[in-house]
C-alpha cells in the first residue's frame, strides 16, 4: 500500500498494489477517482472512469507486467538487453547507469550508486492516456523488509508539469489473494 501526494496541484491519494509471479494489480484512488489495472499472465486491461473497462496494450501493457514479482525480481527474465552505459551524476551522486531494452518499449535508464550499490533512480519515457511523458523516479529512502532486501519506500515521481511522492505505508509478503482480482472484470 502507497499514499501519494501531487503538492503542486493539492492532491492525494492511495495505491494499492498486487504482485504475484506473473499476475498484477494496481488500484488509485486519488482526487475522487479510482483507476484499476491488471495482469492476468496473459491479458493487461484497465478501468477508468473515462475509458472505461479496457485491454491494455504496448507501453501500457507493459507497465502492468512490470510489477509482476517475476520482473522485479530478475529483470533479465524481462528485458531483452540491459547495457552498461558510461557513468553520470544523479542526484550529486556518481552512478554507474543501466540500460534496460526491449522491443515495443522506451528504453529505461537506471542510476546505480557507486557507494552503496542501491538504485538512486530511473528516466524513462512512458505512454499514457495523454500521450507521451518522461519521467524521472528518485527513490528517497530505503527500507530494510522482513525477507531483508532493501526496498526503496519514499519515492519522487518527476513528470515535468507533476511531481508526485509516494510513501509506502505497507508491505505484507505472502498475503491470501482472491486471485480473481487479476482477472479483466465484465462491463
Known sequence: KMKMTVPLAGLSGISQVYSLENKSYIKVSIAGMENEMGYDGKT????DITQG???LSGQEKESVIQS???VLKNPKSYYTKIIL?????FQEKNCFVLIYKKDGIS???SFIDK???LPLGSFETQDTPQGKMNVKSIFNTYKKLENGYLMADSITQDMGIMKANI??????FNPIIDESIFLQPEN
Open 115 to 117: 557507494l552503496t550499490y
Open 167 to 172: 510513501t509506502f505505508t505497507e508491505i505484507k
Open 85 to 89: 552505459s558510461p557513468d553520470e551524476i
Open 68 to 70: 509482476t514479482v517475476k
Open 44 to 47: 493487461a486491461w484497465g478501468k
Open 53 to 55: 473497462i479496457r485491454e
Open 107 to 109: 528504453d529505461k535508464k
